[in-house]
């Protein structure tokens, strides 16, 4: 066992996983459409058992196990209410005078943000890359492609699903929304290089330390 899956250590994280679930549960009771709600949780779906089986051998930062939380619950508020009516995103839009709830950048933010940290974690822990300075290129590289390949995912929802896909595309009549998302994706990942990789090196340096010990 890692020496940082320890019991002082896993317990916070069980209760956080319950948690997760139960709010995945409570977000699934009613979503406003419930295809769109399977699609915009399957990333929960998917990243929760991998943590778990991977916890162990890899237990990851305590601050990516936050940021993970936090994009997780973002996804499953678009999914219960659809990005295009959370209505958090109407009293966003009130306050900033936009034409349209924004609610769906937050989650491209997100989707910048959380993987950045992600690819940063897994690209230093492993030895992958030399040089600070190719190793932010290659995080934001690697966040580029995903919400690129989203986007594909998006693409292929339409033409599966035709005016099916409405809810789970969520453009509100922007032609330029493939672009902006991607944009916001790439803010997440420049936001996370700039502020939280000292922290994030920090905490790497405690879980090798004392795997080293």
């Keep these: 066992m890692s020496d940082h899956a320890t019991p002082q250590r ?98 491209h933010f997100f989707q910048g943000l959380v993987p950045a940290l992600v690819a940063r974690e897994i690209l230093i822990r492993g030895q992958h890359v030399n040089g600070r300075k190719m190793l932010a290129f290659i995080v934001v590289c690697i966040v580029l492609a995903i919400s690129a390949t989203y986007e594909f995912i998006e693409w292929g929802a339409a033409l599966a699903m035709g005016q099916g896909a409405d809810e ?14 991607m944009f916001f994706a790439l803010i997440g990942a420049i936001t996370a290089l700039a502020l939280f990789s000292g922290l994030q090196d920090r905490q790497i340096q405690r879980l090798t330390d004392n795997d080293a010990g």
Excluded: C
């Design 10 to 107: 896993t317990k916070p994280l069980l209760i956080a996983s319950a948690l997760l679930i139960g709010l995945l549960a409570l977000s699934g009771l009613r979503p406003y459409d419930f295809a769109t709600w399977v699609l915009e949780v399957t990333p929960v779906l998917i990243a929760l058992p991998i943590m778990w089986a991977s916890y162990k051998r890899f237990p990851l930062t305590t601050l990516l196990y936050a940021f993970i939380f936090a994009h997780a619950l973002v996804l499953m508020l678009g999914g219960a209410y659809t990005y295009a009516r959370v209505p958090l995103g109407f009293q966003i839009q009130d306050w900033l005078g936009l034409h349209r709830n924004p609610y769906d950048k937050i989650g």
């Design 168 to 181: 789970f595309l969520g453009t509100q009549g922007d032609q330029w929304d493939t672009q902006s998302d």
